[in-house]
């Protein structure tokens, strides 16, 4: 074997020696960042649990943890950054534009939000305790808001360029709505004795946000039936751009 092909090979098994640490790393903090979302929401509200006994509900030594984070304040941040993944995965998938109306798809993804926000206390308070990465200004449900913004105003960009209608009148609807919704759902899940079941707030929340597409969409000359399956009418309405080019 020549010199050059034994420093090829050499170089092929050290780059296979680092791809499998690194996935026996991802494993390690993948099971740690369970761990400790499956502390906290066993949790009392505001309870600080310790590395120790997160250590202890994944299998592994205490040192293995700081091995994996550079601190509490890392390991804090990255379950932040786990809980805003795993809800963002979450939402993508009721925001499925090629299943149901507009209704259909608004009530849904709400009711996404107000499931998690009432099912999991504890996640959706410490989400708002701090940043999904150190020395970050705004906190993991602000992050999350950000996130779910700038996906729908993606969403609604691509069906703008479907049917060939200028976007700019949506340009605050996806911040607008999104806050909308949140905060008022801070609201109902704080409230001791709200006036409104689950499904009915979420029903008022996706009505509420459907008047704000549909104004904006009736600027953009678009008209819109919130019940029909959106699918068929970004055909129909696609179909009718063509015709006017």
């Given at each position: 074997m020549s010199i050059t092909a034994k420093r090829s090979e050499e170089s092929r098994a050290a780059s296979g020696h680092e791809a499998r640490w690194e996935q026996h790393n991802l494993e390690r903090q993948t099971r740690i960042l369970e761990a400790a979302v499956a502390m906290l929401e066993e949790s009392p509200a505001g309870a600080d649990i310790p590395v120790q006994q997160i250590a202890t509900r994944?299998?592994?030594?205490?040192?293995?943890?700081?091995?994996?984070?550079?601190?509490?304040e890392d390991l804090d941040c990255r379950v932040r950054a786990y809980l805003?993944?795993?809800?963002?995965?979450?939402?993508?998938?009721?925001l499925d534009l090629s299943a149901g109306s507009v209704e259909e798809i608004l009530v849904r993804t709400i009711r996404a939000v107000a499931d998690w926000m009432t099912d999991?206390?504890?996640?959706?308070?410490?989400a708002r305790t701090g940043p999904i990465a150190p020395g970050a200004d705004i906190d993991a449900v602000s992050s999350l808001k950000m996130r779910m913004s700038d996906r729908?105003?993606?969403?609604?960009?691509?069906?703008?360029a479907l049917i060939d209608?200028?976007?700019?009148?949506?340009?605050?609807?996806?911040?607008?709505v999104v806050t909308m919704v949140e905060g008022t759902l801070t609201q109902w899940v704080g409230d001791p004795e709200p006036t409104r079941d689950r499904?009915?707030?979420?029903?008022?929340?996706?009505?509420l946000a459907w008047y704000v597409l549909d104004g904006a969409a009736r600027s953009a000359?678009?008209?819109v039936d919130p019940t029909a399956e959106l699918s068929a009418v970004i055909a129909q309405l696609s179909g009718q751009a063509a015709c006017r080019a």
């Open positions: 994944a299998g592994l030594a205490k040192s293995v943890v700081y091995r994996q984070f550079d601190g509490r805003v993944d795993e809800f963002s995965r979450t939402l993508d998938a009721q999991h206390p504890r996640l959706n308070e410490f729908a105003r993606e969403l609604i960009s691509s069906i703008a209608v200028d976007d700019s009148a949506f340009d605050a609807v996806p911040f607008a499904s009915e707030i979420v029903a008022d929340l996706a009505r000359g678009v008209t």
